[in-house]
């Protein structure tokens, strides 16, 4: 009897271990990483497993415009936002620049409007091609523009932005290496596995140095960038991050609720 017992306390403390670690693993999916001595924080979540979604404007129909409004939205329905970074590009009263979906509907449509003009004079977001970061059943994507618009896959959350980072393996034909147009960037790849991963610069980088992180460190095919300077920024609690936006405010988010 007492071999019975003992054998039941080691299952029910192994499988008491098991949801401890499993907990822990989804409670921070963000880690400060380095690559080529330019430091970085990274975020990884698989799609499959985890509630990542896309946020705009909150029950009154504004912007949430800080990742800590957010919070206190979902955490009042019983939900934790565990990480969030801004999306796709944002106008000045915070609404999308491009396309933007929210479960299946469009409630942004995509820009396509492209911009004659010498590389160097083209705003990021119009650099071609740009892109679209999507969630759909079989998982994330990363399509150039005209692509998803082509395709249409039966997205449920998607949000435009520019330029492309990597594209099948290859870097943006239009970075330039050494460049010294550098600032704090942000993106977001689909990488080995499917998973998906976030990283915005801790130090500053130009485009060719953060694609090759996504590329190259990462291990991410397909990579888009969604913003830089003052516009970007993350809320990871567990490193303490919670960025306010220096335009005032964010607008579109990914965000991981659990």
Known sequence: ????????????????????????ARAE???RESFEGRDAIVCTIDPATSDLRLFWRDASGAPYGRFDALARA???KGQKLAFAINAGMYDTDYAPVGLHMEDGAE????????????????PNFYKQPNGVFYLSKAGAGIL??????KTRPEARFATQSGPMLVIEGRLHPAFIPN??????????????????????SETDVNFDEFARLFRDHLACPNALFLDGGR???????????NDVSGHGGYGPILGLVE
Request: aromatic share 6%.
């Open 1 to 24: 009897m007492r071999t019975i017992r003992a054998r039941v306390q080691a299952v029910g403390l192994a499988f008491a271990a098991l949801l401890f670690l499993g907990h822990a």
């Open 29 to 31: 999916p963000c880690q």
């Open 74 to 76: 979902l955490e009042a």
């Open 107 to 122: 409630l942004h449509p995509a820009d396509t409007v492209t911009m004659d003009r010498p590389p160097g004079e083209v």
């Open 144 to 149: 150039p523009t005209a692509e998803f618009l």
């Open 179 to 200: 460049s010294d147009s550098r600032t704090r960037r942000s993106g977001v790849g689909v990488c080995e596995k499917g998973e998906v991963r976030f990283a915005i």
């Open 231 to 241: 516009g970007s920024g993350l809320y990871a609690p567990a490193l303490g991050r």
